[in-house]
């Protein structure tokens, strides 16, 4: 993991500000903003504040954050940091708000996936038991590789990011047990490609000609190999497209 630039904790009630808490492992959920340009741009914050907020309702944490409530905490942390593109976690249970800011890491254009058989907790919700995930983006070199996770043959996620595959020039997402995240829902959004939701088994992942990973970290990049089931890309089409589209958004 990169290097922490700044944290801060701060205490739900009252936000004053104490002792800085990451708050993995317990009841609560998380987002990840990329912050770009010399004038900070959080790209895409109002979407995050939505699901961060719909999400908090959804394992009852009576709690309601805002844009300007964020921008607040943020701007705190201006004058400690230098890099013009960065990722602001925000993270929050019943007790607190911790904020923490680390540098993006440069991810190479094509990367190899490295399938693993997990399944996270309450999988639709970026939630804050996150520990597994954690531990195994710790075992990889993040600027190259990224796990992609399954369950009973399905794909479901990458650890970082979310999965599309394409065939035939259609893209295929998978149906459940995972969190859609706000760049790929974005994106999905722009596009006029037909999306069609299905459970993608690994068992067939050969069918598919391009397989692209989306979040916040890391952009938009595309698997060039799967090497555990001999898969490779045979295009870059949809690449192409969405990294297009992801460049209008920053």
Known sequence: ????????SYQLSSFKP????DLWGKKGVFSTIRVIGKKHKLILLNKHVQNINSSLNKININFKISEKLILKLFRLSLNKI???DTLLRIAINSNKISLSIRPRLKTNKKIIGKLFSYQ???PSLKNLYYKKIIKLLNSINSKKQEIILYNKGILLEGCTTNIIC???????????????GITVSYLLNLTKREIKKTNIFVNDI???EEIL?????????SVSSIPQINWKSQSDLVYKEFKYLYKKIL
């Open 1 to 8: 993991m990169a290097k922490i630039l700044y944290k801060q």
């Open 206 to 208: 050969y069918k598919y």
């Open 120 to 122: 996270r907790s309450i």
């Open 82 to 84: 230098k890099h013009k």
């Open 166 to 180: 394409i065939r035939n020039k259609k893209i295929y997402i998978p149906l459940k047990n995972y969190y859609k």
């Open 213 to 221: 990973l989306i979040g916040s970290g890391k952009g938009v990049v």
């Open 18 to 21: 104490i002792k800085y808490d």
